[in-house]
């Protein structure tokens, strides 16, 4: 009789004991599902508010996104920032400015010119443009445009899969702005809408300190392009 009661406490020790370990990995893979996304590889795609080389002949010194009063205020630096600061170790980034393509995208080769960032395989991408888009006055030139965008994300697409964000002209246009959005959508990205920020006169450099040239005091301060940061990490997926 005690052998068989053995018998039976053993059979319930290893039914209990393979449950346990059932419960135990549906947990663990619950909880990976939950962490945050690890981006290592960080491509930025945008115009001057993104990067902008020195300009002495409009009073701009800098050599990042105008016209934040130092590199550790632009947007760049500050997604950058909240990156490494969530993820433990920062990530290695590629820094774009794409404004001849907002210029002439409908003849812009763009496998050629950024070749460099499609191979430099990012698992996120974000893209800041539409600023220096011509006025789209038809809808045929809205159609180009987010034709260019189409295939400028498809390319991105090409080498990797990453995690695509677009986000609103900082001086927001309808005609452009619905153009990057049905892109972004036709990617499978997420549009980030930040034109509230051009309705607060704080967000533009010109409220934080004096400028010679009305085109730089136009652009983001460390203020405006805090807020861009704070729209941009706010949409990564969790």
Known sequence: MSIKLARNDS???F?????WLLVVGANVRADDSQKPENFKRVLFLGNSITLHAPAPKIGWNGNWGMAASS???DYVHLVTQALTKSQGQPPKTLVKNIAAFER???GYNLKESLKDAFSFKPDLVIVAIGENVPQLKSGEEKASFQASVDELLKLVQSESQPTIIVRSSFWPNAA??????????????????ISA??????NYARSERKFEHAGVAAHPGDRGMQAIADAIVKSLPQ
């Open 197 to 202: 920020l051009s309705k607060n006169e704080a």
């Open 176 to 193: 452009k702005d619905s153009a990057l959005k049905a892109a972004c959508q036709q990617a499978g990205g997420t549009f980030v809408d």
């Open 15 to 19: 039914v209990l004991t393979f449950i």
């Open 71 to 73: 590199p550790e205020k």
């Open 11 to 13: 059979r319930r020790f």
């Open 104 to 106: 002439n995208y409908a």
